[in-house]
């Protein structure tokens, strides 16, 4: 089974840094788009970042845009989230989710492989 496994989340302070890694599982996931999805208590899933499956096109939801960066390496199958001047907003379980087809997407519905969530908590 097809498996998207994040880490590198945790407990920072308001302005600090963290990058999120994603490692996919199947060499043939280097040719689906990812995209970083967040989800805060008693929210909804929200679209943070996506990136084609060439890595030539990124978006961005307006809240992040200037402060993350998505990027991914296709040669080793990862994907990352580098994330700075975090703010307590930033608050939540990020997921990596990668979609068949190499266009990236920014919603959620697009997406049916998903990680198990890592933790981000930016504390004021």
């Known amino acids: 089974q097809v498996q998207l496994v994040e880490s590198g989340g945790g407990l920072v302070q308001a302005g600090d840094s963290l990058r999120l890694s994603c490692a996919a599982s199947e060499r043939t996931f280097s040719t689906y788009a990812k995209g970083w999805f967040r989800q805060a208590p008693g929210k909804e899933r929200e679209f943070v970042a996506t990136i084609n499956w060439l890595g030539g096109t990124t978006y961005y939801a307006d809240s992040v845009k200037g402060r993350f960066t998505i990027s991914r390496d296709n040669a080793k199958n990862m994907v990352y989230l580098q994330m700075n001047s975090l703010k307590p907003e930033d608050t939540a379980v990020y997921y990596c989710?990668?979609?068949?087809?190499?266009?990236?997407?920014?919603?959620?519905?697009?997406?049916?492989?998903w990680g198990q969530g890592t933790q981000v908590t930016v504390s004021s």
């Open positions: 989710a990668a979609k068949s087809g190499g266009a990236s997407s920014r919603s959620v519905y697009d997406y049916a492989n």
